[in-house]
């Protein structure tokens, strides 16, 4: 296995498409899986520097060029699974960025082969702060 292959989030096309989207038109952004709050648990999106991640938030990664956190405590219960950010119609979340295109931000996920979980078990995520 190629030790750079296992991704905590990854991008479908369509959710690539609409990040860069919003990045031409609002500059750098970032994502923050909400936890159920007003939103519900969806993916939101944020001009970088509007959400404040905190010591509690770690980085899973990015995508379109966006980091991507997750709250610690959510992160336990979703470990053993690749989060797949994809987009579908539909109003976003009133404080996501995507809320006026029509389109929405939807959190997939799979499980990881066991061979996955070993190798995310010696690269583990970074804190946000």
């Not at 994502?31 to 010591?55: E, I, K, L, N, T």
């Not at 976003?92 to 996920?109: C, D």
Request: aromatic residues 10%; glycine residues 10%; charged residues 20%.
């Amino acid at each position: 296995m190629n030790e750079s292959m296992v991704a905590r989030v990854v991008a479908t096309p369509a959710a690539l498409e609409l990040i860069a989207r919003l990045r031409r038109e609002h500059g750098d952004v970032m994502f923050h899986q909400s936890g159920g709050c007003c939103d519900g648990s969806a993916p939101m999106c944020y001009p970088c520097g509007d959400f404040m991640v905190g010591a509690s938030d770690v980085k899973l990664g990015a995508i379109g060029g966006a980091p991507f956190y997750m709250s610690e405590s959510q992160f336990e219960y979703w470990a053993h699974t690749q989060l797949i950010i994809d987009v579908v119609p539909g109003a976003g979340g009133m404080f996501s960025l995507e809320g006026r295109t029509g389109l929405r931000f939807l959190t997939r996920s799979r499980l990881y082969t066991d061979e996955e979980i070993a190798w995310l078990a010696r690269h583990p995520v970074e804190a946000a702060a």
